[in-house]
């Protein structure tokens, strides 16, 4: 069903056709200013709360918002770092059952593994010939990726954010639910949109980001950097199948600062900071809120409210997520 409605999708590749009939051809101007959502997620690793408040939230709200969304698991940018071919077969069908059970309902949203449309490897060299290296060297992910690296990363880990316009832009997208760490990305997404619209003819929109309110999770056990699924140190993030145990854990061991009052200071104490602003993305409260049924509390004990508000929130994910895992054929029926 997926692929059906992406063939339907796609129909903008006709461009490639007008692209080597020369400019002119290209000029075509598009004809309604439709709105159209597109977002990804690489399919490594179960999401977090920093994906799922930063990202996938906001993916089912504009589900209900729009006629037009189309999410994709992105698994050509998964092989930018060395996988194992079996684990990712089943990370796309365990991404799958995430992505349903988090309320992405294929009625609505057309949902779709990246390498089964090939549009997008072909839009992504047309766009690589854009796009000069320095730039690309520039990006904060690349060279955070490679700072560590002995022989300096791969081609695919420079050129990975032009296949993301690709994603974007293959189906003329105009608003793109990303977190803050994706914003430099969609600044290239923009330069390039433009860069070929100059040198071809008018031809892609210059989508935005859309960010939540909760554009940045910061990690439970460094609160200067943002949650992450490749955190080497396991208590830092918080994963939407972890057991109730986990989560209090986790929070227990969460660091905060010598005072033990609550208050929401993220610049002076970014630690209890990122407590209440987890407390309040959760339960959907304003921060006042959240920081009102914390007062009086120590940060030790605020913290174990913040973890049952999460594992309430969580818990009824889990479950459709461990129904659907056990329905292997209704997963690649889907997706695959
Ligand atoms: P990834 O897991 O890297 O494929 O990211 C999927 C989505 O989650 C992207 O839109 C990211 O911007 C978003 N995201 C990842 N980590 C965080 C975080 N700590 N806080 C907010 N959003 C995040
Ligand atoms: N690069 C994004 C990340 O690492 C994932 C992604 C790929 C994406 N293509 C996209 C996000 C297109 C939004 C739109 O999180």
């Avoid at 031809?203 to 609160?223: A, C, E, N, Q, W």
């Amino acid at each position: 069903m997926a692929m059906r409605s992406i063939r339907k999708a796609r129909g903008c590749w006709s461009f490639i056709r007008a692209l080597h009939k020369g400019p002119e051809a290209a000029h075509a101007p598009q004809k309604e200013a439709v709105k159209r959502v597109f977002s990804g997620i690489q399919p490594t690793g179960i999401p977090h709360l920093g994906n799922y408040l930063g990202a996938i939230e906001t993916w089912v709200r504009l589900q209900e918002e729009h006629g037009s969304v189309l999410y994709s698991i992105v698994d050509l940018h998964s092989i930018t770092v060395p996988q194992d071919p079996a684990v990712l077969r089943q990370s796309i069908l365990d991404m799958t059952a995430v992505l349903l059970a988090c309320g992405i309902n294929p009625e609505k949203s057309i949902l779709f593994q990246q390498s089964q449309v090939s549009e997008h490897t072909q839009l992504s060299w047309i766009l690589t010939c854009l796009v000069r290296l320095p730039r690309l060297q520039h990006l904060h992910q690349w060279k955070a990726k490679t700072a560590t690296q002995k022989h300096g990363g791969t081609a695919g880990l420079l050129t990975y954010p032009v296949l993301q316009a690709a994603d974007i832009l293959l189906y003329k997208s105009t608003h793109v639910p990303v977190g803050e760490d994706q914003v430099q990305h969609m600044e290239l997404v923009q330069d390039l949109a433009q860069g070929f619209n100059k040198k071809y003819g008018e031809f892609f929109p210059v989508p935005k980001s859309i960010l939540t309110s909760m554009k940045k999770v910061k990690s439970l056990r460094d609160p200067s950097a943002k949650m992450s699924k490749s955190d080497p140190d396991k208590l830092a993030t918080v994963r939407i199948t972890d057991s109730a145990e986990e989560i209090v854990r986790k929070f227990r061991k969460a660091v905060t600062d010598f005072t033990s009052e609550v208050t929401y200071e993220p610049a002076r104490r970014p630690g209890v900071s990122n407590l209440v602003a987890i407390h309040a993305a959760v339960t959907r409260l304003p921060v006042e809120e959240a920081l009102r049924r914390g007062a009086g509390m120590d940060t030790a004990r605020y913290k174990l409210l913040v973890a049952d508000a999460v594992i309430e929130k969580f818990a009824p994910i889990k479950r459709e997520i461990e129904k659907l895992k056990m329905d292997k054929d209704l997963l690649k029926r889907l997706i695959l």
